[in-house]
């Protein structure tokens, strides 16, 4: 199907059945216009609402476990798909190499946006933001916009700029960033046969473990449904998206940062070392740093249960113990509970998909 550049793009409808843990019912606006895909699990939940940032190149399936665990104590849990990624759209069409689309387009600041427009549309006043990799990024961005409403925030596996000044621990990928990424956008014709052998379970699993990306926990069956989201989102997008990364920095902001903050680190990771979560601790007055000695980049997908444990006793130490949900909260819940009754085929399992 065709787009025309003039107007706000969206994937086809279906565009990820194959891979999406969580059916995403919810559409909100940005203020680009971009649709940006959601779901609301748990919505009666009196605790917090937590709303999950996801990570670069990430699909739902980084949630997985600690979701549902979060869902389960009582948080109502709010889910978006990153602007191109899974659902969601862009602004324009991407065209070939992401020609149609800008820097601004994909920037850490405009998602941040995208997850405002999110809770607005969500009808939740306060949030505490779950973010991992670059949603560290875009949670600190959302913070800077509606400091107010960010009840807390919980970084995990991530870091406040450019990722690539520390990847694999050496600032080489920052240099060759330029000449790599112009390559994989403007030559798809090198990168899309390589994309389309993406997809076997074992043999993604053992690429990633190779490349020190998941750590020994994570298993093939979990790490599946987020190589079939790589093998089906645009490159170009992605790339555009990780030059964004780069250029961004939310050094300035860290230590004006008054909102409760607990930052988990992972020992093991190789795309954000622990270094980053450290130095994001000793910024951010009155922040908490666990460190889990063994963990990978994929620490949401190692260690769920672990996390919800650690988020639920902070919760009850530093966040007040007060309902967040709000009239049109309930409202709007009510309104998606009707969309997906119907939407469900008869005899059929609520997501997510095993």
Known sequence: MTHPIDQP??????SDESYALFAKEGRAAADDATPIAYTVRGADGSRVPVLFANGWSCSDAYWVGLL??????GHPCI???TRGHGRS???RSPGRGAANLTIDDVSMARIGRDLLAVIDDAGYQEVLVVGHSMGVQTGLELYRLVPERIVGQVFIAGTYENPTKTFYGTSIGDRLFPLVGAVMRW??????PVQATIGPANVGHFGARLARAA????T?????????HIKAVDISVMVLMAGAMRAHSAADLLDRITAPTLIMAAGADVFTPARCSEAMHHRIADSEL????EGAHTLPVEEPQAIAAAIDDFVARRLAPTSRLKPRAKQAAKKRATKRAAAKPVGGQASPKP
């Open 9 to 14: 793009w969206e994937p086809d409808p279906g």
């Open 68 to 73: 549902p665990a979060l869902e389960e104590r």
């Open 79 to 81: 889910l978006p798909d």
């Open 89 to 91: 759209g862009l602004p």
């Open 187 to 192: 030559f798809p014709e090198i990168v899309k």
């Open 215 to 218: 750590g020994p926990k994570v």
């Open 220 to 228: 093939a069956e979990a790490l599946h449904p987020y190589l079939k």
């Open 290 to 293: 666990i460190t889990f000695p």
